[in-house]
């Protein structure tokens, strides 16, 4: 008996899932195949039903971590959050743990750098989007505000890239309390 199409797409993000979860806490180099597939519940078999390569997979894993840590720190899209709610919980110490929400801007910012171009442009796409979010909460019609949209993700992203890779736990919630302070600062300009 044939497998339902609906059971092809969930079995992809089921794979997407745990690829976005392993790639953002462990890089592009920690994480195989086989552990994707593991941590899915499949066999490795099923990976080449789904993706090309490894390449392949990652750069989709950074887009559906970007777009889970969005639903997380915007759960009703009716309804966006404030600009504060959404700076407060992205520059929060849940966040720099990866609990649930792992912004692949943040937790593979050295990671990227040495990726091939197909990685590159998903991981440029998913900043650009960032950038473009924080602008809605500005004045979108006002040319300044795309500059202060990216000083702000350029505070909050490189805040909880350094806070996540400091050891110091004390240091660390002192940085993204500045980074917070800043990045509020910078939306009153």
Known sequence: MPWKPEHKQQTRERILDSAARLF?????????????MA???????AFYAH???????YAEAIVTSALQGRAMLQPDDNQPPQ???????????EHR??????CPLAFLTTDIAQREEQV???????FKGFVNALQQHL???????????MRTAVVMIGGMAIARAINDEEL??????????AALVERKL
Not at 24 to 36: E, H, P, T, W, Y
Not at 39 to 45: E, I, P, Q, V
Not at 83 to 88: K, V, Y
Not at 97 to 102: K, M, V
């Open 97 to 102: 743990r990866g609990d649930q929400a792992r």
């Open 139 to 149: 004045n979108p019609e006002d040319a300044a505000s795309q500059e202060q949209a």
């Open 39 to 45: 941590h899915a519940g499949l066999t490795r078999g």
């Open 172 to 181: 660390a919630g002192s940085l993204l309390e500045v980074c917070r302070e």
């Open 120 to 126: 590159r442009d998903t991981y440029t796409r998913v």
């Open 83 to 93: 600009l504060e709610a959404l700076i407060n919980g992205y520059l929060s110490l």
């Open 24 to 36: 953002a806490l462990n890089g592009f180099d920690k994480v195989g195949i086989n552990d994707v």
């Open 51 to 57: 993706f090309s390569s490894k390449t392949q997979l």
